[in-house]
């Protein structure tokens, strides 16, 4: 309902939706939260965790091309810019910003096959995945206006691209969310203080890349309050 702009909308329900709906639209006006979700897991389930976060938050991915990633050609750099950029220009127009390679459409590939073509190594080529997914996400927070208010990770080589490209010293980690995810704040770096949530991507139910999100905005408020 918050998210619908061209009309106004009234609750008639006896109270909680009308509590709920007057919460998240304080939010919204107020503070115009900013998340950054990276997923580089490519499992199924991590399959349906996106999807349940893209319908509860009605998000729009950016969907990275592993295929144009998995190389030491010059399609990395084009690739990563065109994901950059969309990512910027969806960054203004939602609240939570996903950045994945897991798409409808996505095929998985053969790293085998590929570095024999570029005679290099099948982990050479995992390692260029995960760096551009890093790349990307570390240029849009560089160089967006907005605010990012915290960070969620899946896959642990993603969450190490994404410590290594920011340049960060640790990651504070303070409480679990759920069962092996863990929230904290980066140290030291361009992230320097940004909260984060990583979790792997065989962890968890469908719900858990949301209920993460929901972790992330709710220290997010206590911090404000």
């Known amino acids: 309902m918050a998210m619908i702009e061209e009309r106004t909308l ?16 304080t939010r919204r006006s107020l503070y115009k939260n900013r998340y950054i979700v990276t997923v580089g897991s490519v499992t199924s389930l ?12 009605n998000s729009s991915p950016v969907y990275v091309d592993a295929s144009q990633l998995a190389t030491k050609t010059s399609k990395w750099d084009v690739e990563v810019k065109r994901a950059t ?23 998985t590939l053969s790293l085998a096959d590929i570095a024999k073509e570029e005679i290099t190594t099948e982990e050479l080529l995992a390692k260029r995945i995960t760096s551009g997914l890093a790349k990307v996400t570390h240029s849009i927070i560089q160089n967006s206006d907005l605010k990012i208010d915290g960070t ?3 896959g642990g080589d993603v969450t190490a691209a994404l410590f290594t490209i920011s340049g960060a010293e640790a990651i504070q980690l303070d409480e679990e969310v759920i069962p092996l995810a863990a929230y904290g704040k980066f140290i030291g770096g361009t992230f320097d203080g940004i909260p984060v949530v990583t979790k792997g991507g065989m962890v968890g139910e469908k719900q858990s890349i949301y209920k993460c999100l929901i972790y992330l905005q709710t220290k997010n408020d206590e911090g404000r309050v």
């Open 10 to 25: 009234f609750p008639v329900d006896p109270g909680p939706l009308s509590a709920a709906f007057a919460r998240v639209l």
């Open 46 to 57: 991590t399959g349906r965790q996106l999807r349940y976060l893209m319908d509860k938050t």
């Open 85 to 107: 950029d969309e990512g910027m220009k969806k960054l203004k127009e939602q609240e939570v910003l996903i950045i994945t390679t897991l798409s409808p459409t996505s095929k």
């Open 152 to 154: 969620f990770s899946s």
